[in-house]
């Protein structure tokens, strides 16, 4: 059987005069964009102007909602309640869907950005909030995480799940990412994130820092655009892909394949 991944990556994160990564450049290289929402960057001309450069180029649009944290990216922990997640992540996906009917498509999936994604991976409450809030909104809606209670959580309430590779990402040796805190969380080596990659799509596994192959059924391979050589970074990860007879599609059809 012939491997398949998505390729999906952080678009539309500058916020008014500013911006950051290569939109336009990743656009060619992606078939899946997890689009911010406001909360963590974006505004509404960022967000309009996304979502009809991904229509134009075919990329399915997702939410990538955030905590309220503008100021730090996203990436800062907040003491917020389940219920004032659940409801954050229906105000931001609703927001993107506006502009998504706007430009004849739809949102298809949610991916958790930053920190809020590291904590719905290992906390209950916030995976069972973000489960609410797209289980209330649209059940047809795919939920991309790492391996732990978002994923799981989602499942329980038999809504579809993408499993998030992220290579240029350290992995504790239970799943988990290094938090960005922590030295050598974020790998820098091009040989080393392409190698890490083809080993995920591959064959299911990336090395933890301890030394341990921890399992990972990626559904997605998340490229980043906002570092100096991104860009050639995220097209030799597709061309290595590619060479190695791995397809390039859709979330859509990656986990109908693993249904079927």
């Known amino acids: 059987m012939t491997r398949m991944v998505d390729l999906v990556a952080d678009l539309g994160e500058g916020f008014g005069a500013y911006t950051m990564g290569d939109d336009e450049a990743l656009l060619e290289l992606l ?14 001309r960022i967000m309009d102007a996304t979502v009809r450069h991904c229509v134009r180029k075919q990329v399915a649009v997702g939410a990538h909602p955030s905590f309220p944290d503008l100021v730090g990216f996203g990436r800062r922990a907040m003491d917020l309640t389940p219920d004032e997640v659940r409801t954050d992540v229906l105000y931001q996906v ?8 706007a430009h004849g498509t739809r949102v298809r999936h949610v991916a958790p950005h930053g920190r809020l994604g590291n904590l719905v991976a ?26 732990g209670e978002l994923a799981d959580a989602a499942r329980e309430r038999g809504l579809r799940v993408g499993i998030v590779g992220i290579a240029d990402r350290a992995y504790r040796d239970d799943g988990t990412l290094v ?70 599609a859709g979330l859509d059809e990656v986990l109908s394949r693993g249904e079927g």
Do not use: W
């Not at 609703?94 to 009917?101: E, I």
């Not at 409450?125 to 795919?142: E, K, M, Q, T």
């Open 31 to 44: 078939t899946s964009a997890n689009v911010a929402c406001g909360f963590h960057a974006g505004d509404p």
């Open 94 to 101: 609703g927001a993107l869907q506006a502009f998504a009917v």
């Open 122 to 147: 290992v906390r209950a409450d916030y995976a069972r909030a973000v489960v609410d809030a797209v289980a209330a909104l649209d059940p047809s809606l795919i939920v991309l995480a790492q391996n």
């Open 179 to 248: 938090p960005r805190s922590e030295p050598g969380a974020v790998i820098h080596d091009p040989a080393e994130i392409a190698r890490r990659t083809l080993r995920m799509v591959t064959d299911g596994v990336i090395r933890g820092v301890g030394g341990t192959d921890v399992p990972v059924a990626c559904d997605t391979v998340l490229l980043h655009g906002d570092t100096p050589g991104a860009i050639a970074l995220a097209g030799r990860i597709r061309d290595e892909l590619l060479a190695a007879g791995v397809k390039i």
